[in-house]
């Protein structure tokens, strides 16, 4: 459906240029979106890395501090002589005092190590208040991360709740496996470290908002966090799987980012990552602040700019509406004068071309109507003035007032039936009259004929009542009949008439038929001398004049003898029918 042919100019012009402008703002709004969107995405991820670096390098720093701590503290107890397999009671006494003043040591002389654990089979008695404690191997294999370091000589245990002499604390614990110098593993070291210290190192400098990070190590542990950070198994396998050792990207909706996140992370110098994960709509903050300020700036504007739209299109479509308006007054007189004559642009051109083209239009259809009302009277006149010329009527009439005063029956007859022909036939100049009057007229036709014929004549009348209450035009069937006995029973001494009336929807069939000689050869064309003859085209004639398609006379030659004339006559039930209907008007001689 094309809107442009359906739809008025004023809500097309209007309801175009509001929905333009509506889909430029919508589509600015989202381009601008998407692009400060990414812009402040890349700012902010480039900042994270850069932060995320230089935290894992501190980190790291520490991480491995720690880690080449407890590597010192197992080479120290072998350089110490410590093995819990010495037989010696006394001398294992004596190397456990110097192994365990060795790794309180170590506890004293960093803030980050709290404590250190040492696991071994059949342990000796230590301060429960004591920095070192000496416990019992059987009771690691039940700690749920053991087997994280099973298979490995050292590894980092990830957060877990140890007691202290302040209550139980956080820890993260780095263990390793202690072997004498024999090579044989005797039991497990474990620094314990202050999950506070690794979470303070994680959480840098920041300042303002709770940050969310997450700190793994290289099997993808959690060793330690801060803020309330999310990461799923998918999430952690497509940070695995790329190959940058710092790099970001966007994680798209779920039920644990809501509406997604943005995700840094940094691999750098060691095998652990370090993620911050920040909730993608802390990031598009500002775009979607600028997105509103842009919708209101950009609705405003639309709502001016419609305001003046609406004026203006009124203003372009007000003369056309008009103009429209008189149009659909066409024909009505003088629907052209009442336009605007203060129009000086193409409106007040297009007022004046349609005023002269009214005036125009009124004077042709008045020429029209003058000059078709002027043919039709006198075609009608014409062909009417060849059959009843008023004056016969009248010498008939004092014809049969001598034909009684003479005693002549037959001739009074025949004069008698002849005048109330020419009455019928003049009809006080009414072009269309009652089947009855017709039918009466052609019977007087054949009741003279009957006169001359005798019992030679016979014809019949076909028709029912109700047919003889419409109307026909006048003079239609006598000249059909008539030619009949000139052409049809020329030299014969005896003929048959038969009419018949018949109706069919809407149209009238009347049908002749003789038993004469038929049709003669070219009997249609029109004769070099117009002399007789003109009775039936007269009344073909008429009948194109005043009905024209599909109606007309149709005439064949019977194939048992004689002639069939058809006549196809629209059924006309009063006069006003006629005239409104096919234009017919009455004439007076």
Same mark, same amino acid.
């Given at each position: 459906?094309?809107?442009?042919?359906?739809?008025?100019?004023?809500?097309?012009?209007?309801?175009?240029?509001?929905?333009?402008?509506?889909?430029?703002?919508?589509?600015?709004?989202?381009?601008?979106?998407?692009?400060?969107?990414? *812009?402040?995405?890349?700012?902010?991820?480039?900042?994270?890395?850069?932060?995320?670096?230089?935290?894992?390098?501190?980190?790291?720093?520490?991480?491995?501090?720690?880690?080449?701590?407890?590597?010192?503290?197992?080479?120290?107890?072998?350089?110490?002589?410590?093995?819990?397999?010495?037989?010696?009671?006394?001398?294992?006494?004596?190397?456990?005092?110097?192994?365990?003043?060795?790794?309180?040591?170590?506890?004293?002389?960093?803030?980050?190590?709290?404590?250190?654990?040492?696991?071994?089979?059949?342990?000796?008695?230590?301060?429960?208040?004591?920095? +070192?404690?000496?416990?019992?191997?059987?009771? +690691?294999?039940?700690?749920p991360w053991y087997p994280e370091i099973q298979n490995s000589d050292f590894a980092w245990v990830g957060e877990r709740t140890l007691p202290t002499n302040k209550g139980p604390q956080q820890f993260i614990s780095f263990a390793r496996k202690l072997y004498n110098n024999s090579d044989k593993y005797y039991g497990l070291l474990m620094l314990n470290v202050k999950a506070t210290a690794i979470e303070g190192l994680v959480r840098g400098e920041s300042a303002g908002k709770e940050k969310n990070r997450l700190l793994l190590d290289a099997s993808g542990r959690t060793i330690a966090t801060i803020g309330k950070p999310t990461l799923s198994e998918n999430d952690l396998k497509l940070i695995s799987s790329k190959e940058i050792a710092s790099n970001y990207i966007h994680l798209p909706v779920n039920q644990d980012q809501g509406e997604g996140a943005l995700l840094v992370w940094s691999k750098v110098r060691s095998d652990w990552m370090l993620i911050e994960i920040t909730p993608w709509n802390e990031i598009v903050h500002g775009s979607?602040?600028?997105?509103?300020?842009?919708?209101?700036?950009?609705?405003?504007?639309?709502?001016?700019?419609?305001?003046?739209?609406?004026?203006?299109?009124?203003?372009?479509?007000?003369?056309?509406?008009?103009?429209?308006?008189?149009?659909?007054?066409?024909?009505?007189?003088?629907?052209?004068?009442?336009?605007?004559?203060?129009?000086?642009?193409?409106?007040?051109?297009?007022?004046?071309?349609?005023?002269?083209?009214? *005036?125009?239009?009124?004077?042709?259809?008045?020429?029209?109507?003058?000059?078709?009302?002027?043919?039709?009277?006198?075609?009608?006149?014409?062909?009417?003035?060849?059959?009843?010329?008023?004056?016969?009527?009248?010498?008939?009439?004092?014809?049969?007032?001598?034909?009684?005063?003479?005693?002549?029956?037959?001739?009074?007859?025949?004069?008698?039936?002849?005048?109330?022909?020419?009455?019928?036939?003049?009809?006080?100049?009414?072009?269309?009259?009652?089947?009855?009057?017709?039918?009466?007229?052609?019977?007087?036709?054949?009741?003279?004929?009957?006169?001359?014929?005798?019992?030679?004549?016979?014809?019949?009348?076909?028709?029912?009542?109700?047919?003889?209450?419409?109307?026909?035009?006048?003079?239609?069937?006598?000249?059909?009949?008539?030619?009949?006995?000139?052409?049809?029973?020329?030299?014969?001494?005896?003929?048959?008439?038969?009419?018949?009336?018949?109706?069919?929807?809407? *149209?009238?069939?009347?049908?002749?038929?003789?038993?004469?000689?038929?049709?003669?050869?070219?009997?249609?064309?029109?004769?070099?001398?117009?002399?007789?003859?003109?009775?039936?085209?007269?009344?073909?004639?008429?009948?194109?004049?005043?009905?024209?398609?599909?109606?007309?006379?149709?005439?064949?030659?019977?194939?048992?003898?004689?002639?069939? +004339?058809?006549?196809?006559?629209? +059924?006309?039930?009063?006069?006003?029918?006629?005239?409104?209907?096919?234009?017919?008007?009455?004439?007076?001689?």
């Amino acid at each position: 459906m094309n809107l442009f042919k359906r739809v008025r100019i004023d809500r097309l012009f209007f309801g175009s240029f509001a929905s333009f402008l509506t889909i430029l703002l919508l589509v600015f709004t989202w381009i601008s979106y998407n692009t400060t969107s990414k *812009e402040l995405a890349n700012t902010s991820s480039y900042y994270q890395q850069d932060m995320l670096n230089e935290l894992n390098k501190q980190i790291d720093i520490q991480l491995k501090s720690i880690e080449q701590m407890s590597l010192a503290a197992s080479r120290n107890m072998n350089t110490i002589g410590y093995d819990p397999f010495e037989k010696d009671p006394f001398e294992l006494f004596h190397r456990r005092d110097d192994m365990l003043r060795m790794l309180a040591s170590i506890t004293y002389s960093t803030t980050m190590v709290q404590s250190i654990y040492l696991y071994i089979d059949n342990p000796t008695k230590t301060d429960p208040q004591a920095p +070192v404690q000496i416990l019992d191997m059987k009771h +690691v294999r039940e700690e749920p991360w053991y087997p994280e370091i099973q298979n490995s000589d050292f590894a980092w245990v990830g957060e877990r709740t140890l007691p202290t002499n302040k209550g139980p604390q956080q820890f993260i614990s780095f263990a390793r496996k202690l072997y004498n110098n024999s090579d044989k593993y005797y039991g497990l070291l474990m620094l314990n470290v202050k999950a506070t210290a690794i979470e303070g190192l994680v959480r840098g400098e920041s300042a303002g908002k709770e940050k969310n990070r997450l700190l793994l190590d290289a099997s993808g542990r959690t060793i330690a966090t801060i803020g309330k950070p999310t990461l799923s198994e998918n999430d952690l396998k497509l940070i695995s799987s790329k190959e940058i050792a710092s790099n970001y990207i966007h994680l798209p909706v779920n039920q644990d980012q809501g509406e997604g996140a943005l995700l840094v992370w940094s691999k750098v110098r060691s095998d652990w990552m370090l993620i911050e994960i920040t909730p993608w709509n802390e990031i598009v903050h500002g775009s979607i602040r600028l997105a509103y300020i842009l919708v209101t700036v950009g609705l405003t504007a639309i709502f001016i700019t419609a305001f003046f739209t609406l004026f203006l299109s009124r203003q372009f479509t007000k003369p056309i509406r008009l103009l429209l308006s008189r149009m659909g007054r066409v024909p009505a007189a003088g629907a052209a004068m009442d336009l605007p004559t203060d129009y000086e642009n193409e409106f007040g051109s297009l007022f004046n071309g349609y005023r002269r083209q009214m *005036e125009r239009i009124e004077e042709l259809l008045q020429s029209l109507q003058s000059q078709h009302k002027r043919k039709r009277e006198a075609e009608i006149l014409a062909l009417q003035a060849m059959i009843n010329p008023h004056f016969l009527y009248n010498t008939l009439d004092q014809l049969n007032w001598i034909a009684i005063d003479s005693g002549q029956e037959k001739i009074s007859t025949i004069v008698s039936l002849m005048g109330k022909m020419f009455r019928i036939g003049l009809s006080n100049g009414e072009t269309v009259i009652p089947i009855r009057d017709e039918l009466t007229h052609v019977e007087c036709y054949l009741q003279i004929q009957k006169i001359r014929w005798g019992e030679r004549l016979t014809f019949t009348i076909e028709v029912e009542e109700e047919l003889k209450e419409l109307y026909i035009s006048r003079l239609t069937i006598q000249p059909f009949v008539e030619n009949a006995f000139i052409h049809g029973f020329h030299g014969r001494r005896a003929g048959e008439v038969h009419i018949a009336l018949n109706r069919k929807e809407n *149209e009238l069939e009347i049908i002749i038929t003789d038993n004469g000689v038929g049709l003669r050869p070219e009997w249609d064309v029109p004769k070099p001398r117009k002399t007789g003859g003109y009775g039936v085209r007269n009344v073909m004639d008429r009948i194109a004049a005043y009905f024209g398609e599909p109606y007309g006379v149709t005439m064949r030659s019977r194939e048992e003898g004689g002639t069939e +004339v058809v006549l196809r006559l629209p +059924v006309l039930h009063n006069k006003s029918e006629v005239e409104e209907a096919f234009h017919v008007e009455s004439t007076y001689n």
